[in-house]
């Protein structure tokens, strides 16, 4: 016969064993597919989960509605010409124009208030911007996401200066002065408003360079 003498093959698994059969490498191929999309299923969400604010995942309820709640305010922007600087952010339904503020705590409803001796906004340096926690003010802030447009527009004089989010920095302390007085060799933006309408909440913070 033509098998005569042939040694049996034996299907061994582990070192040194022979090629396993067809239906047994498919199988780990499937399981090792199987792991590599959980694998990247899990990554997706954990982006998912690093980009919704710190609050947002600890605070069920609109917290941009409850701060409204207990902030008596016009409902929209009063309708006055565009004239001077406005900090621009279309995609957070931000525009509001840019005053000098006194570092107190009397803010006006539908101005960003420029903080006193920081960087002119769009010069060189930490220029600091403050406003209430509103939508259509800085309430919209919490939803910030790094890349957002930011766009500086004098209409008095037709200059635009566009930067981007770099950095959610989040929430801090309402105390926490560090981000006022932080140094940057470049035109930095650092955006504040407050998480509560007691002076003493928290804040949140938001870059752009």
């Known amino acids: ?7 049996e093959i034996e299907w061994r698994f582990g070192p040194g064993s022979k090629r396993a059969p067809a239906w047994v490498r498919w199988t780990r191929r499937v399981v090792a597919l199987g792991g590599l999309a959980a ?25 941009i509605n409850a ?8 409902p929209s922007p009063p309708d006055v010409p565009r004239t001077g600087l406005w900090i621009e952010v279309a995609s957070l339904g931000i ?5 000098d503020g006194d570092g107190s705590d009397t803010i006006p409803d539908w101005v960003a208030l420029h903080y006193p ?25 919490l939803y910030a996401k790094t890349n957002q447009e930011v766009v500086l527009h004098n209409y008095t004089t037709g200059v635009l200066r566009t930067l981007h989010i770099s950095r959610v920095v989040g929430r801090t302390a309402w105390n926490d002065t ?32």
Do not use: K
């Open 39 to 63: 694998a990247v299923v899990g990554i997706v969400f954990a982006i998912q989960f690093m980009h919704t604010p710190a609050l947002l995942l600890d605070q069920p309820s609109d917290p």
């Open 67 to 74: 701060y409204a709640a207990s902030h008596s305010a016009s």
């Open 1 to 7: 016969m033509a098998d005569e003498g042939r040694p």
């Open 178 to 209: 560090s981000w006022i007085t932080e140094f940057s060799p470049v035109p930095l933006l650092t955006l504040q408003t407050c998480v509560g309408a007691d002076i003493h909440s928290d804040r949140w913070i938001v870059q752009a360079a």
């Open 95 to 99: 525009a509001l124009p840019i005053r």
């Open 117 to 141: 001796g920081t960087a002119d906004p769009g010069n060189g340096g930490n220029s600091y911007l403050y406003a209430h926690g509103l939508r259509g003010m800085f309430g919209t802030l």
